[in-house]
């Protein structure tokens, strides 16, 4: 008869207190959060390092280029003025070599199901009015639901699919200009990018910090999962999970102290005396100047369309 | 709650960054003027710790989990003024470098995650950390203050929202921005966030003020966990009464200027007079609910003098000002017997 191992020990105790195995699914999913924020952080140094259009220029002019477009965007009216915007975003983004996979895996995807979802009931005659070309729910007279009129006809109308796309071409055209910055800009040199908004020290210094202090922390709370999901073997009451995150958000929240202080007295163990003063930076370019011109002038000309 | 681009038009987030330029300044001068050189990367931790606060899921009945947002964690543990600078550059990066929220809606967004996440929900732990100075207490608190402060900033958000449709509409039929009005986004908005998002802030920031207060950052959090005393709430209190004895200008000033009725609060016989005829919903709930005070008037006080509406009206806004005081006052001491 095989000598049973410890493991096997284990689950027929458990079995036999009626304990059930350990169901980590709150700390699975933190974990799994972690590692989507890290290998992401890996993905966009690396399309950052290719040599594409918008990897080539300052990051400066890639900044004020995208904040130039999303502006430009916010102000569009017409389908054809933001369809026009769309095609720009996706030609700088052929031309800087970020693929469509990794752009859609770095946010754009879930922006687009959920401005889909956001969109879809405005295509309803319920709520953009207008007569609907689509019926999906006829009554014989207009009904009552709560404080809201329904009317007889519920169906698709053309001012429904109308104010869809605008809302859905707006919103993928501007989040995929911000994707497509911060996937072709490294985090320090779009950080250092900011001083050319003339934003004060303080919040220089601090944004700088913050992104520093994000993969510190985010790691440390990698490890805080990774201990409770190897520790944890039976289920335990609700009650104990929230418990548990609870005591372990409090410790992140001490240790994050216990960094400040020491990165606190390391500061001004090297002359740091809360002032904070920002480095000149070097002139744009030629290349620079020219990607502004073209971008405002694109942006412009859509708007004629 | 993180309003992306597009979602806004320009009227509304330039207003938004109006309104926060202002506020970032105040919350940058206090801040500063309380910050020694050691303690500078405070800010930077409470900006990086709102990312940790999101990347810790809390498990929910029926195998399902959410996450918190923190803004009034941050309040509690540095103060309302550096939780909204903090919180701010934390909506920043997300927008910059993670796409989450929009560039042109950071105004918008730090309007409502940055300033009345943490300034509603702090003034509510305030004032019930006075009422509960247990630790658990003091833990209820804070979780009543998450829930409270999550929703306010939820109603906000609805808000700017549901105006887009009145204020960007092309004349095609199609608007422009956010497509849903008030009466869509108030209540989708304000209900998920009262029943269910903020049941999971107010768990988060409960159970962690509960655990952080046996911890060394007492330090941090000894501006907040003491509460207000009751002697600081006397210039409220007069301050309401006085509101209260003024209250019959309300009266008076509509009839001295020969103004009409307030701007949506006809009667049925007025709406008749303007379009012709009584919608027949209106009809239909017209009196459906008979108030104890109509227009805060004794029943049959409708043809009285001013003179003694205005002593009704005085005395609504006392009643009104004592009920709400009572239920309050009834609900805290419940939340503290239980938290005994």
């Known amino acids: 008869m095989p000598i049973p191992s410890r493991e096997q020990e284990f689950f027929e105790m458990a079995r036999a207190r ?34 594409g259009l918008l990897q080539r220029l300052d990051p400066r002019a890639r900044l004020l280029g995208t904040l130039f477009f999303v502006l430009s965007v916010s102000l569009a009216r017409s389908i054809p003025d933001l369809a026009a ?45 207008g007569k609907p070309l689509l019926p999906l729910l006829v009554r014989d007279a ?61 919040v220089l210094q601090t944004l700088g910090m913050t992104v520093r202090y994000l993969h510190v922390l985010l790691r440390q709370s990698e490890e805080i999962h990774l201990g409770k999901k190897s520790r944890a073997l039976t289920r335990r009451p609700l009650i104990a999970d929230h418990m548990w995150v609870g005591s372990r958000m409090a410790y992140a929240w001490e240790k994050s102290l216990r960094l400040m202080e020491d990165v606190g007295e390391a500061m001004t163990a090297r002359g740091f005396t809360g002032e904070m003063r920002a480095a000149p930076g070097s002139r744009l370019r030629a290349a620079d100047w020219g990607f502004l011109a073209a971008v405002a002038g694109l942006c412009l000309g859509a708007h004629f369309i | 709650m993180h309003i992306p681009d597009g979602y806004l038009g320009p009227a509304t987030y330039l207003s938004s960054y109006v309104a926060c330029v202002p506020l970032w300044g105040a919350a940058a001068r206090k801040v500063q003027a309380g910050l020694t050189a050691r303690r500078v990367p405070l800010l ?64 918008a967004n730090c309007l409502n995650i940055a300033f009345v996440m943490p300034f509603t929900g702090y003034a509510v732990y305030r004032w019930l950390a006075r009422c509960f100075p247990s630790p658990k207490g003091r833990a209820i608190a804070a979780g009543i203050g998450g829930w409270a402060g999550l929703t306010c900033a939820a109603f906000t958000t609805a808000v700017l929202f549901g105006i887009q449709p009145l204020l960007h509409t092309a004349s095609d039929g199609r608007a422009l921005y956010a497509p849903y009005p008030l009466s869509v986004t108030v209540p989708v908005m304000v209900l998920e966030h009262l029943l269910l998002f903020g049941v999971v802030e107010a768990l988060l920031t409960g159970l962690t003020v509960y655990h952080l207060q046996g911890s060394r950052s007492a ?14 709430y006397r210039a409220l209190w007069i301050a309401l009464l006085a509101l209260a004895l003024i209250s019959p200008l309300g009266l008076y000033l509509p009839a001295l200027m020969r103004a009409g009725t307030a701007w949506g ?34 029943p049959g006080q409708d043809a009285a003098p001013l003179a003694h509406r205005s002593l009704a009206y005085i005395f609504s806004a006392l009643l009104g000002i004592g009920l709400c005081g009572a239920a309050t006052y009834i609900l805290a001491r419940r939340l503290a017997k239980k938290s005994r």
């Open chain 1, 18 to 51: 009626r304990l059930r195995p350990a169901r980590n699914g709150f700390v699975d999913k933190s974990l799994r959060q972690l590692a989507a924020f890290f290998s992401d952080a890996l993905l966009r140094e690396e399309t950052a390092r290719r040599s």
């Open chain 2, 265 to 298: 609060e006809w009667s049925l016989e007025e709406i008749r007079q303007m379009v012709g005829y009584v919608p027949a919903g209106m009809r239909q709930l017209n009196g459906f609910w008979k108030a104890l005070l109509p227009d805060y008037a004794l």
């Open chain 2, 44 to 107: 930077a931790i409470s900006a990086a710790f709102t990312f940790v606060v999101m990347m810790f899921n809390v498990p929910l009945p029926g195998a399902t989990t959410g996450h918190a947002v923190g803004g009034v964690l941050i309040a509690i543990a540095v103060g309302p003024w550096g939780a909204a600078l903090a919180i701010s550059i934390a909506l920043a990066i997300q927008a910059l470098l993670f796409g989450d929220g929009g560039i042109t809606a950071i105004g």
């Open chain 2, 219 to 232: 330090w941090i959090l000894q501006t907040a966990d003491v509460g207000v005393p009751m002697k600081k």
């Open chain 1, 142 to 202: 207009a009904w009552r639901l709560g404080p809201y009129t329904i009317p007889p006809i519920v169906g698709i109308s053309r001012e429904g699919l109308l104010t869809a796309a605008t809302f859905l071409l707006r919103t993928l055209a501007s989040v995929a200009a911000v994707l497509c910055l911060a996937l072709s800009t490294p985090w320090m040199d779009l950080l250092r990018a900011l001083r050319f908004l003339r934003l004060p020290p303080l």
């Open chain 1, 85 to 129: 915007h769309a095609a720009l975003v996706a030609a700088v983004l052929w031309l800087s070599h970020v693929r469509l996979r990794e752009i859609l895996g770095a946010g754009l995807l879930i922006a687009l199901v959920f401005s889909t979802l956001m969109a879809l009931p405005a295509t309803l005659n319920l709520v953009s009015g």
